[in-house]
């Protein structure tokens, strides 16, 4: 397949652009470099040392004989460039991950929420809107995430994207349907990918595209089979307040002799996936698309969930890491339960990587090679979700 991979210099889309490529796809990675751009906004890099766009590419040539292309397009702003390199290259699929992706960054303050809202809609409307224009019968695979379902279960696990439901006709009847699941977000980010379900669904039924929504889990690790085969194909790696996320701050925490930061009582279940089952999962999704006419398509992209703390627990006892209860950022549940439906993948052929202590360990060596590049005072999480919440960790003492 001819691929387009929206995003494609991101944490999930490098891995997937060379994984797919792997797989003798034509692959075109559109980014506007945005990710790089953030870094040098807040101050921070990747713990691994990235090389350009460029630079990786030519190294990916150099080691696997394929090509993959780079286009440097913004997608969210430049609607008419973004159109026409489709209507030049017609790909047979587009992936996209063209988002800002961080919960804490889309909270920081007024600039970036509405930064954060424009890019994301923006981006996967046009994505849509050009899909019609052209009249190209691309199938769209999206990255969402499992926060458009928020985070509890209510006695029952929750199901991928569609809720059945029995409303009671006026005549007294019972009639049955599947909804989309009651959206339920836990920041703007989050809210941005409740916001591009009901773009999809509008668009699946107007005018018949075919789009699978991937709602996808928290990510850990770094390397896939791909990015470990050459030093410049590492993948990035986010260890700050704003981008990194749990685990993998965790395990970077333990590796610089750094108090593992739970928020809270870490009471909070979440889901999560390996980054190597999250670019399978991908491939398994190119693979099974939606008939022109059907509904979106939508995957949980998750194989396991585990609570915050007992993650910062098996860290502290693997490492011998301290643990800091922290009072948290975030507006969030103190404690929740979750469970989850992850049947699609699994009857597709997913085999989950677990949370097995191998792969942990793997994690720390890496951080523990680039550790000299880490700066300390970037680690603590310093986005409030309001203003009230802001005063109280500014105060805690
Ligand atoms: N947390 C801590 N300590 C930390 C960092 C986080 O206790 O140092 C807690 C947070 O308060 C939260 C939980 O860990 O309760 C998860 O936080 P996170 O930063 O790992 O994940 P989140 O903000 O939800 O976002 C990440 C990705 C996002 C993706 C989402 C999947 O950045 O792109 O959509 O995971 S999910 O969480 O399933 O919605």
Redesign the pocket.
């Known amino acids: 397949m001819k691929i387009a991979v929206l995003g494609g210099d991101g944490f999930v889309g490098w891995p997937t652009s060379l994984h797919l490529s792997d797989r003798g796809h034509e692959v075109h990675i559109l980014d506007n470099l945005s990710r790089r751009w953030i870094d040098t906004e807040l101050g921070v890099q990747s713990l691994t040392p990235m090389d350009s766009i460029q630079e990786r590419t030519r190294i990916w040539k150099q080691e696997s004989g394929r090509t993959i292309r780079f286009h440097l397009i913004d997608v969210a702003r430049d609607y008419e460039v973004f159109k026409a390199w489709l209507a030049e290259h017609r790909p047979d699929a587009i992936v996209h991950f063209a988002e800002q992706?961080?919960?804490p960054y889309s909270m920081k303050s007024a600039r970036h929420k509405n930064y954060t809202v424009s890019n994301n809609v923006n981006a996967t409307h046009h994505v849509l809107n050009a899909l019609v224009e052209l009249d190209l019968d691309a199938h769209l695979v999206h990255l969402g995430?499992?926060?458009v379902y928020g985070y509890s279960t209510v006695g029952a696990a929750i199901p991928e994207g569609y809720l059945p439901v029995g409303i009671e006709t006026m005549a007294g009847e019972t009639v049955r349907q599947e909804i989309l699941y009651p959206a339920n977000p836990g920041s703007i980010y989050?809210m941005t990918k409740c916001l591009d379900q009901l773009l999809f669904q509008f668009y699946a039924k107007n005018d018949g595209l075919r789009i699978t929504d991937l709602h996808?889990?928290?990510v850990w690790g770094t390397n896939t089979d791909q990015t470990s085969r050459h030093v410049q194909l590492i993948n990035r790696f986010d260890y700050d307040g704003d981008y990194g996320?749990?685990l993998n701050?965790f395990l970077i925490q333990a590796a610089i002799g750094y108090p593992l930061?739970?928020?809270g009582t870490?009471g909070?279940t979440?889901?999560f996936i390996h980054i190597q089952d999250s670019v399978r999962c991908i491939e398994l999704a190119l693979k099974s698309p939606p008939q022109r006419g059907e509904r979106v398509k939508v995957f949980n992209q998750m194989t396991e969930t585990h609570r915050?703390r007992d993650l910062a627990e098996l860290v502290a006892k693997m490492t011998g890491a301290k643990i800091a209860w922290l009072p948290?950022p975030?507006k969030?549940a103190p404690e929740n339960d979750l469970v989850v439906t992850n049947d699609g993948f699994l009857d597709l052929g997913l085999e989950p990587i677990t949370l097995a202590e191998g792969l942990l360990s793997e994690v720390v060596d890496v951080a523990r090679k680039y550790a000299y590049r880490v700066d300390r005072s970037r680690v603590p999480?310093v986005s409030a979700w309001t203003k009230e919440i802001a005063k109280e960790v500014e105060t805690d003492p």
């Open positions: 992706r961080a919960a995430t499992m926060g989050h996808q889990g928290i996320t749990v701050r930061t739970v928020h870490g909070q979440r889901a915050v948290n975030r969030e999480a």
